[in-house]
């Protein structure tokens, strides 16, 4: 079907609707019994991203539960470094391993094996063919800041010491793996929409611990690069960034990196992103996934909240981040009621 049916994708373009087109970060994921249930049977997480029935099915999940408008790709941002050579595990009840860590290695000693994404290409290719053509499929990627702070400290981290660290201490070798993260991940959107998709995120989760002037370099000037490539390679796709706690530096990655629209954390004032960023620049958010958990009356007056700030600029409605595990399904029926009821 032509795109122009597509809700969400017109909004990605400029085109404001009322009520807004909605999905859910990590609407795929824990807080379904189906999910949890597959992932029994399936086993670990990466067993399932790897899998691509099983992530095509987990990808379809949500979207058979709630009117959402689009689908977001199931995988996980450290595909890129584990294509790269790295070596990947999820160690139950406390995350990701990237191993060895960039802080006592070297990326010279790893052997690439961009064969990894094929298995996601395929999980694309087959909910594709099983999406309703009024839906818009997302794809996405980590932006190389974050990423790196995973490859360089081996896990995840509360400051990203280490990644902060090494990139004032050697800026050249920071630079490196900035830049072979780039390659990789162009390469691996750039795929993901031969295989399908209509439009792909950058998460920037880790985003908001830099300064200014490290923001500008290890954020903004590597993301502007990768959507400049992408454009060139995929014309007409959109990209959505999301810095994830970049807070009053908005303004500039929404100028200076080219994105299509913005992704706006639960900690930014709807009415100050309205007033800040470039007139016409979609946005998507910003509901505080807590007030999901809670429901109710504080969950009513949160989502009215957003609709109000953000009603004169395209607007995607969405969470400030991923929807929670003990997310209740009938707080996010309710949402989906309220949200019907916008217009």
Not at 146 to 154: E, H, L, P
Not at 317 to 337: D, M, R, S, W, Y
Request: charged residues 20%.
């Amino acid at each position: 079907m032509a795109s122009a049916a597509k809700p969400l994708l017109r909004v990605l373009r400029g085109e404001r609707l009322d009520p807004p087109p909605v999905w859910m970060m990590r609407q795929a994921g824990r807080y379904l019994p189906e999910y949890r249930a597959l992932r029994a049977d399936k086993g670990g997480f990466l067993d399932m991203v790897y899998d691509p029935a099983a992530a095509a099915e987990i990808t379809l999940q949500p979207l058979r539960r709630f009117p959402l408008d689009a689908a977001i790709l199931f995988s996980d941002i450290l595909i890129v470094p584990h294509a790269l050579g790295q070596q990947l595990s999820f160690v139950a009840g406390e995350g990701p391993r990237l191993a060895p860590p960039l802080k006592d290695a070297s990326l010279d000693g790893f052997q690439p094996a961009p064969e990894r994404f094929q298995a996601i290409y395929e999980t694309v290719r087959q909910v594709r063919a099983a999406l309703d053509p009024a839906t818009t499929f997302l794809g996405f990627a980590g932006s190389p800041w974050t990423v790196a702070t995973y490859m360089v400290a081996g896990q995840g981290s509360r400051d990203q010491e280490e990644a902060r660290s090494l990139a004032y201490r050697d800026p050249a070798r920071f630079a490196a793996i900035i830049a072979a993260i780039e390659q990789a991940t162009v390469d691996y959107l750039a795929g993901q929409v031969a295989a399908g998709v209509d439009a792909v995120q950058l998460f920037d989760s880790w985003s908001g611990s830099l300064s200014p002037l490290q923001f500008e370099q290890w954020v903004i000037a590597p993301t502007a690069r990768i959507v400049a490539a992408v454009r060139e390679r995929c014309p007409g796709t959109p990209i959505i960034g999301f810095p994830k706690g970049a807070g009053g530096k908005l303004p500039a990655y929404a100028r200076e990196t080219g994105v299509d629209a913005l992704g706006l954390d639960e900690t930014v004032d709807p009415r100050w992103a309205d007033a800040a960023l470039p007139p016409g620049l979609p946005v998507q958010g910003n509901l505080d996934p807590l007030a999901l958990i809670a429901g109710g009356e504080p969950l009513e007056r949160a989502v009215r909240f957003v609709l109000d700030a953000l009603k004169d600029r395209p607007h995607i409605f969405n969470l400030g981040h991923g929807i929670q595990q003990f997310t209740p399904i009938a707080h996010v029926e309710q949402l989906f009621a309220l949200l019907g009821n916008a217009a």
